[in-house]
């Protein structure tokens, strides 16, 4: 057994102070161990937090800040070791988004969305007939995109000032020592690791006869050994020498298309922020590739003029008034939004204060609106993602978004590599009009072209009071993710909430098509009520996202908060 030594103790203690956990520093040499942990769902710092899918990469991410790193070491040590620990959407096989601001104010968007491979095509998903085969944009080799994870890791290390070898070795470890899982992670695997099996050409390290069960270990020696290329030879270690042959190897038995042309020549990019105001709060988040930012942009300043805080939580004022933002800017997402290196994305028009009220100039407070009279405005001009926020002592914040798309993305492990490819190819517009796997329709904007990035929801986001550092937040849910976000920003600054409780209590959703109301199980009886006699077609469903977040409190400490819906948990000092 192997434990991981970090110098300090993370979460000494817990106690309770008014529901709320609190975590007490109470002296040194505390080590990681992968084999016993604690998940902590909230917790205030008086330093550093991180907030993430798993104890275990929240820790490490905290312990190279206690160790001299910042927001951008423990943002990249978290993310590899959830490529480890979290094999369902924690990824070096896929892709994301990290938004940062530096303590200068510099502002920071890194895109490292996955591509289209060069012998992709438009109609690369259609039959002889026209007819979309969505199972080949969704499962096997075909689904799957350029993977961006590495590339973006390494242009991120540019803010960082521990070097990457420190940063990767707590994944290198746990990946070949392994760590234990818990009930809901060997449910996880459970459930689909006959799929795996039958989309991956060779053996891998998620199956068994047996069903896993709690407790038992899950041992990754192939990814240990692809996280050491990485390690020794840099993003080299993934985009060429033996990893690079391995997935163009992989490709070959199942008959993909990535080559090795197209992993030489992937680059993370840099994007410019979305930035807007809304109730005196300036929210930073993502541009396109995604389309969160312009979403949330949207929505919350759709309801700008409205009493939102007077109307009260969840009340039928409040709800109607949220879902019809929903419904409008979810509709522009289908027309106008794409890759801007290949689309031109009518940003500033689609934000604007005189586009937005034009926008919401039919809004009844009355009646349900109708998908099918609502269209995009006129313009002449994942559900397994996974989000984590980083707050350092400087007060660098970090919110990154990463996905492999589905879950476990296209259930592909690379032989001999130990890692899961991504089925974003689905995040393309495979036919106009043809829902994807999250039932999101598009157009022209995001057709499939060979090096463009395909469409996102991801929302990482930045919230500043007073030219400060105030939230650190985003959530994994595929098309839900930029209703998730905006409904926790709302119940922080209209209603006043703790970070926890905004996260935790239930959420709805609404993205034009299809024209329904999702509604979390546990959601207010009577609003769902209200909603269905006023005309809204709801459909109830399980969990919505599992959103991590960090808020700077007046006092400085860091109120850290970890989404009840899964095993998230907060690690800070």
Do not use: C
Not at 59 to 76: E, L, R, S
Not at 204 to 218: E, H, I, K, M, S
Not at 506 to 524: G, M, S, T
């Amino acid at each position: 057994m192997r434990k991981y030594l970090i110098g300090f103790v993370l979460l000494g203690s817990i106690h309770q102070t008014n529901g709320q956990q609190i975590a007490s520093i109470v002296g040194p040499n505390k080590e990681i161990d992968p084999y016993h942990y604690t998940v902590v769902k909230r917790a205030e710092f008086k330093q550093a937090a991180v907030s993430s899918a798993h104890p275990l990469a929240s820790m490490v991410g905290a312990a190279m800040m206690k160790k001299g790193g910042n927001a951008f070491d423990a943002a990249i040590a978290t993310q590899l070791v959830l490529a480890v620990v979290f094999p369902n959407a924690g990824n070096i096989g896929g892709g994301g988004f990290l938004l940062a601001r530096k303590t200068n104010g510099e502002l920071i968007g890194i895109d490292y969305r996955e591509s289209a491979p060069e012998k992709g095509s438009r109609d690369m998903y259609l039959d002889k007939n026209g007819n979309a085969q969505l199972n080949l944009s969704q499962h096997g080799h075909l689904a799957s995109g350029i993977p961006g994870t590495i590339a973006g890791l390494f242009a991120s290390h540019a803010y960082a000032k521990l070097p990457f070898e420190v940063l990767i070795q707590p994944a290198i470890d746990i990946a070949a020592k392994g760590f234990v899982l818990t009930e809901k992670e060997a449910a996880s695997i459970n459930s689909i690791k006959d799929a795996i099996a039958r989309f991956s050409t060779q053996p891998t390290a998620f199956y068994r006869p047996n069903r896993w069960r709690v407790g038992d270990t899950l041992i990754q020696k192939e990814l240990a050994h692809t996280l050491e290329r990485i390690q020794k030879e840099g993003a080299l270690g993934f985009y060429g020498g033996k990893t690079a042959d391995l997935i163009v190897a992989e490709m070959e038995r199942g008959r993909g298309i990535i080559s090795h042309s197209d992993l030489k020549n992937y680059t993370a990019k840099l994007r410019e922020p979305i930035v807007f105001n809304y109730r005196g709060h300036e929210v930073v988040s993502f541009a396109p590739p995604s389309s969160g930012g312009i979403l949330l942009a949207q929505m919350m300043k759709m309801i700008e003029k409205y009493p939102v805080a007077k109307m009260g939580f969840q009340t039928i004022q409040s709800v109607q008034l949220m879902i019809e933002a929903e419904r409008r800017a979810f509709a522009d997402r289908a027309e106008h939004m794409g890759d801007p290196d290949f689309w031109k994305v009518p940003v500033k028009t689609m934000i604007s204060d005189a586009y937005l009220a034009q926008r919401m100039s039919d809004y009844s407070p009355d009646k349900a609106g109708n998908s099918k009279e609502v269209n995009a405005g006129v313009i002449k001009e994942s559900e397994e993602t996974t989000h984590f926020s980083v707050v350092d002592a400087a007060g660098n914040i970090v919110s990154v978004t990463t996905t492999l798309n589905g879950s476990y993305g296209s259930k592909v492990v690379v032989g001999g590599a130990g890692f899961l490819l991504n089925n974003e190819m689905d995040d393309f517009s495979v036919k106009p009009g043809v829902p994807n796997m999250f039932g999101a329709v598009g157009g022209e904007a995001n057709s499939i072209v060979p090096g463009k990035r395909m469409l996102s929801s991801m929302t990482p986001t930045l919230v500043l009071k007073n030219k400060k550092p105030y939230i650190v937040i985003g959530t994994p849910g595929g098309t839900t993710i930029p209703t998730s976000v905006y409904q926790a920003l709302v119940n922080i600054i209209d209603f006043n909430m703790k970070i926890g409780d905004a996260i935790d209590l239930p959420k709805f959703h609404h993205q034009w098509l299809p024209d329904e109301v999702l509604i979390e199980n546990n959601f207010n009886p009577k609003t769902k009520e209200s909603l269905q006699k006023m005309g809204y077609t709801l459909k109830d469903r399980g969990s919505i996202g599992r959103t991590d977040g960090i808020r700077i409190l007046p006092n400085k400490l860091r109120e850290a908060a970890a989404d009840r819906r899964g095993d998230d948990s907060v690690a800070g000092f």
